[in-house]
């Protein structure tokens, strides 16, 4: 999609930022680990909390779940358990650089039927895939 800093986790925290506007529930945050999905895609300067306005930006609550104030939540979740991705828990995913090391997990994901923006740097320019 792009090298570093070419906007990758810009344009997904702001699909994820959409998604809860619009009610969609719940959303699955894939990160290669806990520590760069945190880090990069929730608290990173181009992530989940800075694209949010103060009155809209979603809560962290424990170690992996997020809340928005409309009730929207996303669980945030690492690529090495692809196991987790399958069947109907999640209504959209966002995955960030997890197709580079979890292979079985992005396949998973991007296999689940729901909308999914992979944000991997390097390979093909996905869009958001609506089933």
Same mark, same amino acid.
């Not at 998604?19 to 608290?43: C, K, N, W």
């Given at each position: 999609?792009?090298?570093?800093? =070419?906007?990758?986790?810009? *344009?997904? *925290?702001?699909?994820? %930022?959409?998604?809860? %506007? ?5 959303? #699955?945050?894939? +990160?290669? /680990?806990? /520590?760069? #999905? ?11 909390? $800075?694209? !949010? ?20 939540? *996303? /669980?945030?979740? /690492? ?10 828990? +999640? &209504? *959209? &995913?966002? #995955?960030?650089? $997890?197709?580079? =090391?979890?292979?079985?997990?992005? +396949? $998973? ?14 390979? %093909? #320019?996905?869009?958001?895939? !609506?089933?």
């Amino acid at each position: 999609m792009g090298g570093r800093g =070419s906007g990758k986790t810009r *344009a997904g *925290a702001e699909w994820v %930022r959409q998604l809860a %506007r619009d009610g969609v529930s719940p959303i #699955a945050l894939v +990160g290669e /680990t806990m /520590t760069e #999905a945190l880090d990069i895609m929730v608290r990173g300067e181009s992530g989940i909390m $800075a694209v !949010h306005r103060d009155d809209e930006r979603p809560v962290l609550r424990g170690k992996n779940h997020l809340s928005w104030p409309n009730g929207v939540a *996303a /669980t945030i979740l /690492t690529a090495s358990d692809p196991e987790r991705f399958r069947g109907p828990q +999640g &209504d *959209a &995913d966002f #995955a960030g650089v $997890a197709a580079h =090391s979890g292979r079985a997990a992005y +396949g $998973a994901v991007s296999s689940a039927g729901r909308p999914l923006w992979h944000g991997a740097s390097g390979g %093909r #320019a996905d869009q958001p895939r !609506h089933p």
